[in-house]
């Protein structure tokens, strides 16, 4: 692409990984602190804990929102473009929840509100989780049958891995939550994360040349296949965030986090695996 | 490209397909002017692209494995006393007990009543979950509120936990009356001519069963259902004043639903017989023989329970969109699309600065949208958020893959002749085919499970990587081939 050169030649394979494992373990410590303290990895939303979600257009200020909704047990207000807020509450019990259906229509008849129950919501809990490990299982079995050696195979799922890992790891920084569009981000990155992944083992077991020709060749064609899905994705954020459409923004961003981590475990993890393992004498 | 040329592009069969898919496409989408002058189609928008509102329901029931010594209909009955609740035989080794009810309570009332619990999962069968769809179906359409949805989601072991409704253009609050109202039941009966007296009201009925045939094997369809004692007490005082015991054939009893009558017979000679010398509290209303006599008896036996479920239900979620809201969400959702689009196109211009291959391919990509909203609109799915990022995510990875052809075939700047052409065409096809199974096998899990609105994602996701695969890329492959052999 010309923006700028990857040369890797003068790196060898374990000084090319060492970055990405680093990130990884820091990743999964954050994951696990996180476990410990709400019980999932990822900060579950409303989908998964319960609890009800507000969107309102109001120019009230948030003052005057925690005024007007002080009977209830709000956890949190966030503010979008255009006036735009995200109110949310806790769980509550029939009569509370209806109170404030009723007090919502009065003072804000535009308002959208979703409310999920604690425990439909912790049903859809376990069945994401389920979800999300079938879906890694499953790709990596893909892979396994599709390149039929051991040592690249491994290469592509942890490559996968480190991706799902980071970008979860950094939905807990920035506080995006997991909900039912966020877990549908999640699946979409276990499958298109592997994309350039497939596209460089592909390149450097069945291609002749030399292998550091073959990288490069390589890096051109997947860095647009990249380029076009963060593009992709970074436009639909900058509308969702004009729009303040809250879902449409959180799935955007996931994916524009996962893109991000995929560019470096595509093109040093997985590099530095594949490269170790064509100089130890696999492939041809 | 001279015209013959162009005549044998377009009747390669790849790119006819393609061809045909797309207008066939837009015929389905059927974008036009309404009335207003306002831009419609025939897509359809889920609950967060239109105002509407959706409740998720909660069955206060289970569906439990049992094994006893017992013959199992005696089993059944000391349950149903034991429990107070309905207890529904599903399959040989499994009962459905419709009142909510925790594992370890069940347990002990199984060991009590002289049998034992082999499994216990919360929810109703598959049987009972299409009752509830098609009560609540049948309530919504007589209240006349058009565009409503009733989805059972159930899961693979046929055990569904919920259901949920949607419906387009209501409020919450609207919503909430709707499932939770009752219709006004009545039994009147005729006195003399047209005239009729009131009998009983439908509280006093206690349970209605499913629609049976009586006596069994006889092909004669009905609905039995069980009064209350002081609703027997009436309804014989009444059978008796107005002669209706004497003379059944000139004294209907008539069953009414919201003033409208739902049922008129007589009392049968047996009935009249024995309700001059005492209460009855077990009835049966017959309603014919064959497919018509089971169809009213469907029939009745919703308006019997005047639109109460025969489990209750609890709500498990709910939400709703205003109209203003609604709009915005699909006007962004649009515009994200077309935005995503534009900035592909950017992007693959940025890389090959040749009009002739970046236009055929941002064509093509967009051209799979359209036969993937094409597919939509003709199965009537309603497209909601997570969909339209999936759209936009099939945009996304559709052009990587058309970068993969391109670049495969373009290898080392040359253009190959036909035969390295086609050699390398199908090194790129192989690396696509191996990218698309790991999308479609991370969706499939979606497509199985019960994670409510994300089904129809996993679907249209699933679709577009095969449209892709199947009809876009291989019709790429030649008519960039065209091109690049100028």
């Excluded at chain 1, 923006?3 to 990984?17: A, D, R, T, W």
């Excluded at chain 1, 389920?130 to 592509?156: H, K, N």
């Excluded at chain 2, 049992?66 to 013959?71: A, G, M, N």
């Excluded at chain 2, 499913?210 to 059978?239: C, H, I, M, N, Y």
Aim: glycine share 8%; net charge negative.
């Amino acid at each position: 692409m010309g923006l700028f050169n990857y040369n890797i030649e003068k790196y060898s394979p374990k000084q090319l990984v060492m970055i990405p494992l680093a990130l990884l373990a820091v990743s999964l410590v954050l994951l696990a602190l996180n476990m410990a303290a709400t019980g999932m990895p990822v900060t579950p939303g409303i989908d998964f804990s319960g609890g009800t979600a507000v969107t309102v257009v109001t120019t009230d200020t948030r003052e005057q929102l925690q005024a007007t909704f002080a009977g209830y047990p709000l956890i949190d207000i966030s503010e979008g473009v255009n006036n735009g807020y995200f109110i949310k509450f806790g769980a509550m019990d029939d009569t509370e929840f209806r109170s404030l259906s009723a007090l919502i229509s009065e003072k804000f008849p535009d308002a959208k509100v979703d409310q999920i129950g604690e425990t439909f919501g912790k049903t859809l809990q376990s069945q994401a989780v389920l979800a999300l490990v079938f879906s890694f299982i499953g790709m990596a079995i893909v892979i396994f049958l599709a390149f039929r050696t051991f040592v690249p195979s491994v290469a592509v799922v942890l490559s996968a891995f480190a991706d799902m890992v980071m970008t979860a790891a950094m939905m807990n920084i920035v506080g995006i939550p997991l909900s039912l569009g966020t877990l549908a981000a999640l699946l979409m990155l276990i499958g298109y994360s592997v994309d350039s992944d497939i596209l460089l083992t592909n390149r450097v077991l069945k291609r002749q040349g030399k292998l550091s020709e073959k990288l490069t060749g390589a890096f051109r064609t997947g860095i647009i296949m990249t380029s076009t899905t963060l593009a992709a994705a970074l436009a639909m954020f900058i509308v969702a965030w004009f729009g303040s459409v809250l879902i449409l923004m959180e799935i955007s961003a996931v994916l524009l986090i996962g893109l991000v981590f995929d560019v470096m475990n595509t093109w040093l993890t997985n590099v530095g695996i594949l490269k170790w393992y064509v100089l130890k004498g696999g492939g041809k | 490209m001279n015209t013959k040329e162009l005549k044998a592009l377009i009747t390669d069969w790849r790119v006819a397909t393609l061809i045909i898919l797309v207008v066939l496409s837009i015929i389905a989408i059927n974008p036009h002017f309404d009335d207003q002058g306002n831009l419609t189609s025939n897509l359809q928008y889920g609950l967060d692209l239109q105002q509407g509102s959706w409740l998720q329901l909660e069955f206060q029931a289970e569906v439990v494995g049992f094994s006893t010594d017992l013959p199992v209909d005696e089993f059944i009955t000391n349950l149903t006393e034991s429990l107070d609740a309905e207890v529904i035989q599903v399959d040989t080794n499994h009962l459905e007990i419709r009142k909510s009810y925790s594992q370890a309570d069940l347990e002990s009332k199984f060991l009590a009543t002289g049998g034992k619990l082999t499994s216990f999962q919360p929810g109703v069968s598959k049987n009972t979950a299409e009752d509830v769809k098609r009560i609540l179906e049948n309530k919504i359409n007589t209240l006349g509120t058009k565009d409503a949805k009733v989805n059972t989601l159930t899961g693979m072991n046929n055990i569904a936990r919920y259901i949920r409704v949607e419906l387009a253009g209501v409020n919450m609050k609207q919503a909430q009356e709707i499932v939770g109202k009752q219709g006004k039941f009545e039994i009147r009966i005729q006195t003399t001519g047209n005239q009729t007296e009131h009998v009983l009201s439908g509280e006093t009925i206690t349970s209605v069963q499913s629609p049976s045939q009586e006596p069994p094997g006889s092909d004669k369809w009905g609905v039995g259902f069980t009064l209350s004692e002081s609703g027997a007490a009436a309804f014989r005082a009444a059978a008796i004043k107005f002669g209706a015991t004497a003379d059944p054939a000139n004294h209907n009893l008539i069953m009414l639903l919201d003033n409208e009558t739902v049922y008129s017979a007589p009392l049968s000679e047996d009935l009249a017989g024995k309700l001059q010398s005492e209460d009855i509290r077990q009835l049966f209303a017959s309603t014919g023989t064959g497919k018509y006599g089971t169809q009213q008896a469907t029939n009745l036996e919703i308006h019997l329970r005047a639109g109460a479920l025969p489990v209750d239900v609890t709500i498990a979620g709910s939400g709703g969109v205003t109209a203003p809201l609604g709009e915005r969400y699909k006007t962004t959702a649009i515009l994200a699309g077309i935005c995503a689009l534009i900035a592909v196109g950017f992007v693959i211009y940025y890389r090959y600065r040749e009009p002739v291959i970046v236009l055929p391919m941002v064509l093509i990509n967009a051209s799979e949208i359209v036969i993937l909203l094409g597919f939509i609109a003709v199965i009537g799915f309603q497209m909601d958020m997570p969909t339209i990022a999936g759209l936009i995510a099939v945009l996304g990875t559709g052009i990587d893959q058309l970068v993969v052809i391109t670049d495969e075939i373009l290898h080392e700047g040359k253009v190959p002749s036909p035969n390295l052409y086609l050699k390398r065409l199908s090194r790129a096809l192989s690396i696509i085919m191996v990218a698309a199974a790991t999308v479609i096998i991370a969706m499939v899990p979606l497509l199985v499970m019960d994670l409510s609105t994300l089904k129809g994602f996993a679907m249209i996701t699933i679709l577009g990587v095969l449209v892709g695969v199947l009809v876009t890329r291989p019709a790429y492959g030649k008519i960039i081939m065209q091109i690049l052999s100028k």
